[in-house]
Nanobody, 123 residues
Framework: VQLQASGGGLVQAGGSLGLSCAAS????????MGWFRQAPGKEREFVAA????????LYADSVKGRFTISKDIAKNTVSLQMNSLKPEDTALYYC?????????????????WGQGTQVTVSS
């Protein structure tokens, strides 16, 4: 299974960006997908997750109310709409997919990772 993330870029504070992650390869049906981010010098942190069928979502407190995760089941893609962006949202954003249920905020529980896409928010 390969995950390809796209959509990052440079935006001013208060602006919006949309990220997308497409899954390809062998048929894969997991329990959920998520977005994580990693800023320079910091650990990778959880941003948002969604169940495989899109029935529930989960957000980090720092992005709740500003970011929206969604899933297109037919296209096997997951998107992250980011509004009201802040400079502290600047990071390399990764999408990930997991096979099994569990702690969706734990990066080490995900089985497949995309290559990362850079989001930079200027003040």
């Amino acid at each position: 299974v390969q995950l390809q993330a796209s959509g990052g870029g440079l935006v001013q504070a208060g602006g919006s960006l949309g990220l997308s992650c497409a899954a390809s390869g062998r048929t894969f049906s997991g329990s959920g997908m998520g977005w994580f981010r990693q800023a320079p010098g910091k650990e990778r942190e959880f941003v948002a997750a969604i169940s495989w069928t899109g029935g529930w979502t989960l957000y980090a407190d720092s992005v709740k109310g500003r970011f929206t995760i969604s899933k297109d089941i037919a296209k096997n893609t997951v998107s992250l709409q980011m509004n009201s962006l802040k400079p502290e949202d600047t990071a390399l954003y990764y999408c990930a997919a997991r096979k099994y249920y569990g702690d969706y905020k734990a990066a080490n529980m995900y089985d497949y990772w995309g290559q990362g896409t850079q989001v930079t928010v200027s003040s």
